[in-house]
């Protein structure tokens, strides 16, 4: 079982930054994936970028590239995720999600608010 706690959401003006953190605890043994998703209002929940823990690969989406940068902390165990020059398109519910892929089994956090708005 893996439990995921999520922080660091908020209100933010067009242009500005917000530092997304995920805390992990639990059984991560074996390769995994931890990401970042999203969720706006009416529409599907979507990746924003993930690391991959075999060879520490990260990818963003094509909306999430040049403007956030996903971190993985091993010793803390915990996914960052910096946004910068944010738009108002990238108002969502944040979502931490890790795959630990020998088991298959996936585990979400709770969610964070992130609101881009003059």
């Known amino acids: 079982q893996v439990h995921l706690v999520e922080s660091g959401g908020g209100w933010m003006q067009p242009g500005g930054s917000l530092i997304l953190s995920c805390a992990a605890s639990?059984?991560?043994?074996?390769?995994?994936?931890m990401a970042w998703y999203r969720q706006a209002p009416e529409a599907p929940r979507v990746l924003v970028a993930r690391f991959a823990s075999s060879d520490g690969s990260i990818k963003y989406s094509e909306s999430a590239k040049g403007r956030f940068t996903l971190s993985r902390d091993v010793a803390k165990n915990t996914l960052d995720l910096q946004m910068n020059n944010l738009r108002p398109d990238d108002t969502a519910v944040y979502y931490c999600k890790v795959t630990t892929l020998i088991s298959g089994s996936t585990f979400w956090g709770q969610g964070t608010q992130v609101t881009v708005s003059s």
């Open positions: 639990g059984n991560m043994l074996g390769a995994y994936t």
